[in-house]
Each structure stands twice: as C-alpha cells, then as structure tokens.
C-alpha cells in the first residue's frame, strides 16, 4: 500500500539549474497538490489539479510549472531553480469534495537545496 | 477568506504533562476539522478530524472537540511521551466551495523531554 509516492528524496540544484519533481499515488484519488514548507510559513500551496486535465495556480505558483500526466501523476518543474526555491516539497493526493471528513494523503517529500 | 490560526511553538513539555494546542478558524461555509502531525524527517499524517459540531475526534490518546460557537478546535493530550514530539497542524476543509482545499495553520512545534 504505497499512497504517494515522491521522488527524489533529496536533491541540491545549482542556481539557474533545472529539474522536476515526481509524485505518483496509487488510491485513485481525482485531486493532487503540490505544497511548499519553509520554516516559520507553515504549509503554502504552490499548485494543485482537482482533476486529469485541469490545474490551477495556489498561493505561491512563481517560478514552477506542473503537468498532470495523467490520473496518477503530477509533476512540478523548476525551470531555473533559485536559492529562494530551497524547501521541503510535499505532493498530496485526495478524493475531491465528498466524503465530508476526506482529508489528504501526503508523500514522504523532497529536500530541495539551491545553492 | 477561510483562515486557521494556530498557537505558536516551540512548545516544550515534560514527559506525562498535559498538552493542550490552540487552534481557531474562520471559514466561509460549514468546514471539516482535522489535525495533521508531522514527525522528523517525515511528510505529514492523519492524526484525528470531526465533520460537525460538537464532534470530538481522538486517536492515540489526542482529542478534539469541534466548538462551533467559539470557532476552535483545541489539541489535547493528558499525558505526553517522548515520542508525541512533532510538530502539529491544525487544518479545516469546505466542501463544496470554490475548489473545497485543504486550509493549513502554520504548525507548532512540541518537543517533549524525558
């Protein structure tokens, strides 16, 4: 039972170096999420698709892409990778609005450094 | 906007006090609690929800109690081990808004002595 999925776990860039971030989940889930965690900031939502085929921009989209590959997957891209882009990543999956109750699952997440 | 505030850590306790974390909303619609913990080194997990007033959540000897009226979704632990250190988001969904995501608090640390 794998859940989501991350990978890398680990990875230190070059400033201006580019890279993308993998997420898979295996529950079948209609939503997945992409999430940033700096310390002090808490938890902020970069991007997220409420469905195949569609995404939308969180509160903190500059300097990502996402592609949704497909029901399982979705990606978040780094096309020149800044020191301010040093954090923790963390995808997360759900099933979208009902049940109430429904929370996310997250991934183990990737440690992002930008040097 | 839908908002949680969360009271701010680090919160350090010894081990076998009482953990009380505070934690207060605002949402648009009628919201989803959760508290989410997460370990060191590790992504965020489940730790207990309520969907309606006057729910009470538990799990692992944590409880929470969804208080509509005073718009709060409190933490409590009457006996902390060492291993309960971690740091412990407050969280609420709206089901059936804009895009009905999740809504995080920024967190607060505990670390329990022993």
């Known amino acids: 039972n794998a859940g989501v999925t991350q990978t890398p776990k680990f990875q230190v860039l070059k400033t201006g170096q580019s890279m993308t971030l993998q997420c898979a989940q295996d529950m079948n889930h209609n939503s997945m999420y992409w999430y940033r965690q700096d310390p002090g900031m808490g938890l902020r939502l970069i991007y997220y698709?409420?469905?195949?085929?569609?995404?939308d921009k969180g509160e903190v989209p500059n300097g990502y892409n996402v592609s949704r590959l497909n029901k399982r997957e979705f990606s978040l891209r780094l096309e020149s990778a800044a020191p301010s882009q040093t954090s923790v990543y963390f995808c997360?999956?759900?099933?979208?609005?009902?049940?109430?109750?429904?929370?996310?699952?997250f991934g183990s997440g990737t440690r992002l450094t930008v040097v | 906007g839908d908002s949680v505030t969360q009271m701010e850590g680090p919160v350090t306790l010894s081990e076998e006090a009482f953990l009380t974390i505070n934690c207060t909303y605002t949402a648009t619609g009628y919201p989803s609690l959760f508290w989410y913990v997460q370990y060191p080194g590790e992504g965020l997990q489940l730790l207990l929800k309520a969907t309606k007033a006057d729910d009470k959540g538990s799990n692992k000897g944590f409880e929470a109690t969804y208080r509509k009226e005073t718009t709060s979704f409190h933490l409590e632990k009457g006996s902390v081990q060492v291993s309960d250190s971690a740091v412990y988001f407050c969280a609420l969904r709206v089901y059936g808004g804009s895009q009905g995501n999740l809504i995080f608090g920024k967190g607060t640390k505990l670390s329990v002595k022993p």
């Open positions: 698709s409420a469905s195949e085929g569609t995404t």
């Open positions: 997360a999956s759900s099933e979208a609005g009902q049940p109430r109750g429904y929370g996310y699952t």
